[in-house]
C-alpha cells in the first residue's frame, strides 16, 4: 500500500491537509494510466479533476517521489 506521508501528515497547527484521500486517489489512477507522465501534467490533471485546489508543483514532486514506491 502507499503512505500516506503529504496527506494526512500535517503537525503544523495552523496548517490544514492539502491533499485528501480523494486526490489521492486521483493522482495514483493518474499515473498508473499514464506511467510516464511529467510532474506538470500530473498537477494539470488534479487542477482539471479539483477546480478549487490550490497547491504547487512541489507538491505533487514530492508525493510522487517520497510518497510512493517505485
Not at 503544523?12 to 486526490?23: F, G
Not at 500530473?42 to 504547487?56: A, I, N
Request: glycine residues 2%; charged residues 25%; positive net charge.
Amino acid at each position: 500500500m502507499y503512505p500516506d506521508s503529504i496527506f494526512e501528515n500535517c503537525k503544523q497547527v495552523s496548517r490544514r491537509c492539502i491533499l485528501t484521500k480523494e486526490h489521492k486517489a486521483a493522482v495514483l489512477e493518474f499515473i498508473d494510466a499514464n506511467l510516464s507522465a511529467a510532474v506538470v501534467k500530473v498537477t494539470k490533471h488534479l487542477l482539471k479533476r479539483f477546480s478549487d485546489l490550490k497547491f504547487s508543483r512541489s507538491t505533487v514532486y514530492n508525493f510522487i517521489w517520497n510518497g510512493t514506491p517505485i
